[in-house]
């Protein structure tokens, strides 16, 4: 099982680009969460989807947009980037039957905007 | 105040002492993560407990929900256990809704 895989692992993008960063979830699970983690700071939730929805968003803009595939993969999309959106990408998949079942963590996507 | 408080912020041992961290929680919640992030980000999950006590190995993990406080504790500390350690807990009392990080406690083993 190679858990929760998150590509690229590293990126370099120019303000104004738009940007798209990838995750397999673990296998067996159904619900995928991205979160930000900002150098020195605690990962910020930005959205869950779940069965090909958005079901939850934290205060993030517009600019951060997402999807989730049938396979329950899922991407997320920044649009006209900014320098403060440097940070670590996190996604953590998680499965939705049973209420209580661990978060399991992929290892990140650097973004680093210039 | 934040929603999910942890102490230390930093902890600096020596190789074999037995560490505690700690965290405090506003919210209600039906359960708490502990999770183990090291340098490069990559968050291992630790623990989630939504009673009592839990141990794997060297780590224990115990919950105490009326007093909204958790603990995590190694014993014979080793320089690899030196990472951030975060506590997180949902933000309703679905176990998997969106998660609250606390701000980390960064510890070091020095051997």
């Known amino acids: 099982d190679a858990g929760v895989t998150q590509s690229p692992t590293h990126l370099i993008k120019t303000r104004g680009q738009q940007v798209t960063l990838r995750c397999s979830p673990k296998s067996g699970h159904d619900t995928v969460s991205w979160y930000q983690q900002a150098l020195g700071q605690g990962p910020q939730f930005i959205f869950q989807y779940y069965e090909e929805e958005e079901r939850q968003r934290g205060n993030f803009p517009d600019r951060f947009s997402g999807h989730q595939f049938p396979n329950y993969s899922s991407e997320l999309n920044v649009n006209a980037l900014l320098l403060g959106d440097s940070a670590l990408y996190l996604c953590?998949?998680?499965?939705?039957?049973?209420?209580?079942?661990?978060?399991?963590f992929g290892q990140g996507t650097r973004l680093t905007v210039v | 105040k934040n929603e999910v408080e942890q102490s230390p912020q930093n902890l600096t041992a020596q190789e074999g002492e037995f560490i505690t961290i700690n965290c405090s929680y506003s919210?209600?919640?039906?359960?708490l993560h502990w999770l183990q992030q090291h340098p490069g980000g990559g968050i291992v999950s630790l623990f989630m407990l939504s009673s009592g006590k839990k141990k794997h190995g060297r780590l224990i993990a115990t919950i105490n929900i009326q007093e909204k406080h958790s603990s995590l504790h190694i014993t014979a500390s080793h320089p690899r256990d030196s990472a951030v350690y975060i506590c997180a807990v949902p933000r309703s009392n679905f176990g998997n809704e969106k998660l609250t990080f606390g701000t980390g406690t960064r510890l070091t083993i020095i051997p």
């Open positions: 919210v209600g919640i039906s359960a």
């Open positions: 953590a998949s998680s499965l939705e039957k049973g209420a209580r079942t661990e978060a399991f």
